[in-house]
């Protein structure tokens, strides 16, 4: 089953690494406690046994895989066997705010997972914003769209004169449609 779990918004790969770590701890705390069961016998016996083992633990976790959606803030997506051994793992943990909502259909999630290219969400007349370079946190208006190169052609909102500046598609965040309300 995959559940939605909630975290803090920008905490998604802090709590995503915590449910791998803790995972992780478990089993080399119960390799441990199996490795002073087999003091007996020789060192290569030892290593083989341990190996097995922790073939035997790793088959055995109820957590399958761990999604952090790229657009979702504040949500991972948690493949586990039960409700309970996610709550479990993540009793304490910073960040970890509930699960939102259980047994997703992967049907309902795939369209997160698709490659959009960011042009093709921005139209000629959106105000964008220029998340990197020089111009980071200047704001313009799209004036021309090369889809070909990934490339948008904005003027300036802030400039005295209109400056026509051509960027890279992936260092622009919506913040406007042409005619709607700004996107926070």
């Known amino acids: 089953m995959i559940f939605v779990v909630r975290t803090t918004a920008r905490q998604e790969e802090f709590v995503a690494d915590m ?39 790793l088959s055995e976790l109820k957590i399958y895989s761990i999604i952090i959606p790229p657009e979702s803030l504040g949500y991972i997506f948690v493949e586990a066997e039960h409700e309970s051994e996610i709550r479990r793992i993540l009793l304490g943990v910073r960040h970890y705010k509930g699960i939102a909502r259980k047994n997703v259909d992967i049907n309902e999630i795939r369209g997160i997972f698709e490659y959009k290219p960011p042009i093709l969400k921005i139209s000629i007349g959106d105000i964008i914003e220029i ?27 802030n400039a005295a004169v209109p400056i026509p500046v051509t960027i890279k598609a992936g260092h622009i965040r919506l913040v406007k449609k042409a005619g709607e309300e700004e996107i926070r």
Request: net charge positive; hydrophobic share 25%.
């Open 131 to 157: 998340t990197a370079g020089p111009l980071k946190g200047e704001r313009g208006k799209v004036t021309k769209i090369d889809e070909k190169r990934e490339e948008v052609t904005i003027e300036l909102l």
């Open 19 to 57: 449910i791998v770590k803790k995972l992780e701890n478990e089993i080399e705390q119960k390799l441990r406690e199996y490795e002073k069961t087999i003091l007996d016998v020789n060192e290569e016996e030892r290593k083989r046994r341990l190996n097995e083992y922790r073939k035997k633990l």
